[in-house]
């Protein structure tokens, strides 16, 4: 008793019966958030305390708490922040997560012809510790690729370029949208050649086999495209400006004199 007559005394008011800190649930970035604590009285009523509040942050590299209840978080983690006021305490659990950097491919392929994509991209603080922060796309061709309840969907063959935010990170990454094409197989010369009629577009045609042969790839409509090689595993590429058509040799006649129509090993895609 006297030491609360002594406290009353000298101004600084009767000591709540509970200080109840509140945070939010996650914090993401580095800007400060306001650690806010009520003190319930001893009638049961609440409001913002005030006075001299002690703040305590624990760990505590985790954050600092400025002038005014001012939170900054330091690094990603988990910790506790305590409030004092006139011998009162009240703690709320801290939980930060400062994204750092989007961890993936430097760049992606996506097929028109298998559909939607789950992004390969996953958030992660400097200490490289994956986090489980919201992860939001857009995209600047969306004729090209979209975004949609967090999927990627190709549209069309071409270039785009997706921007991925999470906290205060952004970053920006080249996606190329192909297509696979399985025109009909037209065998020609005996069936030791295929053909495949095309429209007009840019195309890669290629081959892998299981050990090294020599592969004629010709283009009809084009014949600055002709390809000559000799490996395990050929690409050409060729524009048609016009209907035509690409020919190569038979897989199954390149392996074992077979003349028996395969595309075993074969992928003709239409590129940007």
């Known amino acids: 008793m006297l030491t609360l007559f002594l406290m009353v005394a000298c101004g600084q008011g009767t000591p709540p019966r509970q200080l109840r800190v509140e945070l939010p649930e996650v914090v993401s970035s580095t800007d400060p958030v306001l650690v806010h604590a009520r003190a319930v009285q001893q009638d049961g009523s609440s409001a913002e305390a005030k006075g001299k509040l002690d703040y305590r942050v624990t760990p505590p590299e985790l954050a600092q708490v400025r002038a005014g209840g001012a939170l900054v978080c330091q690094r990603s983690g988990e910790g506790t922040v305590a409030v004092t006021l006139l011998g009162v305490e009240g703690r709320a659990k801290l939980v930060c997560k400062l994204a750092a950097r989007l961890e993936g491919p430097p760049k992606l392929k996506l097929d028109a012809a298998t559909g939607e994509a789950d992004p390969p991209w996953s958030v992660v603080d400097a200490a490289g510790k994956a986090l489980d922060l919201p992860l939001n796309f857009t995209s600047d061709r969306a004729n090209v690729v979209q975004v949609r309840g967090g999927r990627l969907v190709p549209a069309s063959v071409g270039k ?64 600055y495209c002709a390809y000559r090689g000799e490996a395990a595993e050929h690409v050409a590429e060729c524009t048609l400006q016009n209907k035509g058509s690409v020919s190569f040799d038979n897989p199954a006649f390149l392996r074992s004199g077979d003349t028996t129509p395969s595309v075993d090993g074969v992928t003709l895609q239409e590129v940007p």
């Not at 297509?179 to 050649?193: A, F, G, M, S, Y």
């Not at 045609?205 to 592969?215: D, G, Q, T, Y």
């Open 160 to 223: 785009a370029t997706l921007t991925g935010r999470a906290g205060h990170v952004t970053q920006q990454f080249p996606v190329e949208v192909v297509r696979t094409l399985k025109p009909e197989v037209l065998p020609i010369d005996q069936n030791r050649r295929i053909s495949y009629s095309l429209d007009a577009g840019k195309y890669r045609l290629s081959l892998k086999l299981a050990s090294p042969h020599r592969v004629t790839v010709d283009w009809l409509g084009a014949p």
